[in-house]
């Protein structure tokens, strides 16, 4: 996947490329990320991107003509179409769909606002408008950020285990069950025993029974537009007479 990233702070993208998934998904060639940044395309010996808002009011607004500059730059060097999305808090809430949905993508564009955001004529060419959730951020690119490294996950190669990407919290629709790791007892503490039995059909059924039963009690939300089916309703139920057993 290519991904491009117009950012008038391109170090910050440092701390997904120096380590960890993104960083390793860059290194195999799973991810080519090029950031591009506008005030190198400015024609003031300033390098100003940003002016004061028509109309007066606090903040300053990021120009038209070096972010449009920076896009172009970017969208020449994809080699093909690209999907250009503006982080803002103003757009869609991201959910784990938007992003398979990212990740299907082969060329993305991603712009990261400053100051009280962009000029709206370059929003109105964006083709997504996306938010991280309900509150302000100082800049876009923590949000782009999290974007990448949210679709990262979803590249051929780039978790240990693809397998993971499917079964995690909201892929399947439910928060993910608990997990446990060695030893086997510590600070008081044991693993479910079930675990430890090597029984996968049972296994499968408390995992599940521990999704149903955390996303019940967490993110009722969630279940209110699913169809349980009648081991899911079995299982609901009886996480709910006795939550901790198993
Ligand atoms: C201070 S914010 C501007 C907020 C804008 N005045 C508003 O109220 O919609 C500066 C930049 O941070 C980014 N940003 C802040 N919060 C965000 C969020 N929740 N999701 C995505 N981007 C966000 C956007 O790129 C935005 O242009």
């Known amino acids: 996947m290519w991904v491009g990233v117009v950012s008038i702070f391109p170090d910050m993208f440092r701390m ?3 380590e960890g998934v993104v960083a390793r998904a860059i290194a195999s060639g799973a991810l080519d990320l090029v950031i591009e940044n506008p005030r190198e395309h400015t024609e003031d010996r300033h390098s100003t991107v940003d002016d004061r808002p028509y109309g007066g009011g606090p903040g300053m607004v990021m120009k038209v003509e070096p972010l449009r500059r ?15 999305v503006y ?3 103003q757009g869609t809430r991201l959910e784990q769909r938007n992003v398979e949905a990212l990740a299907r993508e082969e060329r993305l564009v991603f712009i990261a606002g400053r100051y009280e955001g962009i000029d709206e004529r370059v ?56 997990h446990y790791t060695r030893p086997e007892h510590v600070m008081g503490r044991s693993v479910p025993t079930v675990l430890l039995g090597g029984d996968h059909e049972a296994i499968r059924r408390y995992r599940l029974r521990d999704a149903l039963g ?14 349980l089916s009648n081991e ?7 996480y709910l007479e006795q939550p901790g057993a198993c």
């Open 16 to 18: 997904l490329t120096s």
């Open 70 to 84: 920076a896009i172009d730059a970017l969208k020449q060097r994809a080699g093909g179409p690209t999907r250009t």
């Open 87 to 89: 982080l803002t808090p």
């Open 123 to 178: 929003i109105e060419d964006v083709d997504e408008q996306i938010s991280i959730g309900d509150f302000v951020l100082t800049g876009g690119e923590l949000p782009v950020m999290v974007v990448i490294d949210a679709v990262a996950r979803y590249l051929p190669g780039t978790l240990g285990n693809a397998q993971s990407a499917q079964d995690e919290s909201y892929r399947t629709g439910l928060l993910d069950w608990a």
């Open 214 to 227: 955390r996303t019940y009690e967490r993110r009722p939300d969630l279940l209110s537009g699913r169809v």
């Open 232 to 238: 899911e309703r079995k299982l609901l139920a009886d």
